[in-house]
């Protein structure tokens, strides 16, 4: 099985999806990372420090291979063919069985776009006649992630045992998410106070479920259950049930 997941930039995947990433790799799945664009408008860093840091933090969530289409940063288009080429080219390189990618309700223009970018791309990947290189195939479905904008989650993924994980992850992003004492250029993600809400939600999103931390995705389609004895709560249950 391989997951593929895409972020708008550098560390969205990370900060925003980075418990399922690791809690899939830790089970032996294959996520590969796919960056939108280098995070070249950034306020701080630069797009060969964020590629260098973006290569640690997928060595800490258990990533072997992260790439980076190049889109242009602050310009991601939804119908712009050679996106969509691109994209549709990576899920072709790679036939995920599951995709990740951000929610459309966003503040940033990128954010809002890819989302509508990779379910444009998901479509025209199984279409035979679409120019892009590869052989079509049936992508998996498409699990969006939250970011600055809260959303009501379809299903919410307990990350309790990795969430250590995922802050080391967060914390290789040092030139985006950390600010020197003595460097006066302020952004919302560089200060405390905006680890600290997303610490806030994803406890919020673990009591829903009756665990400590949680993260909160939203589908397009239903989810298909084969076996009923998936939707038992806890997975010795399950195996007493399977057995019995």
Do not use: N
């Not at 590969?32 to 070249?40: F, K, N, Q, S």
């Not at 954010?111 to 998901?122: D, F, N, Y």
């Not at 992630?145 to 914390?171: F, M, T």
């Not at 040092?174 to 302020?186: K, L, N």
């Amino acid at each position: 099985m391989t997951v593929l997941a895409f972020g708008a930039h550098p560390d969205d995947v990370d900060l925003y999806a980075g418990g399922l990433v690791a809690a899939l790799t830790r089970r032996g799945v294959e996520v590969v990372l796919c960056d939108l664009t280098a995070g070249e408008l950034g306020t701080r860093g630069t797009p060969e420090l964020r590629a260098e840091e973006a290569e640690e933090a997928a060595r800490i969530l258990g990533i072997e291979t992260r790439e980076c289409l190049g889109l242009p940063d602050g310009g991601i288009v939804r119908t712009d063919e050679a996106q969509t080429r691109a994209v549709v080219e990576s899920m072709r390189r790679y036939r995920p069985e599951l995709i990740l990618a951000p929610y459309e309700v966003d503040l940033h223009p990128d954010h809002r776009e890819a989302a509508h970018l990779v379910r444009r791309a998901r479509f025209f990947a199984r279409v035979d006649r679409f120019d892009a290189t590869g052989d079509p195939c049936r992508p998996g479905p498409i699990l969006f992630y939250e970011q600055k904008i809260p959303l009501e989650p379809h299903l919410v993924v307990d990350i309790g045992e990795v969430r250590e994980v995922k802050r080391e992850a967060v914390r290789a992003f040092s030139s985006q998410f950390f600010r020197a004492p003595d460097d006066p250029v302020r952004t919302e993600i560089s200060e405390p106070e905006f680890h600290e809400m997303l610490d806030a939600r994803s406890r919020a999103h673990g009591s829903r479920i009756g665990v400590t931390w949680g993260e909160g995705y939203r589908r397009d389609e239903p989810q298909a259950v084969q076996d009923p004895v998936h939707l038992l709560p806890g997975t010795r249950l399950a195996r007493k049930v399977e057995h019995s």
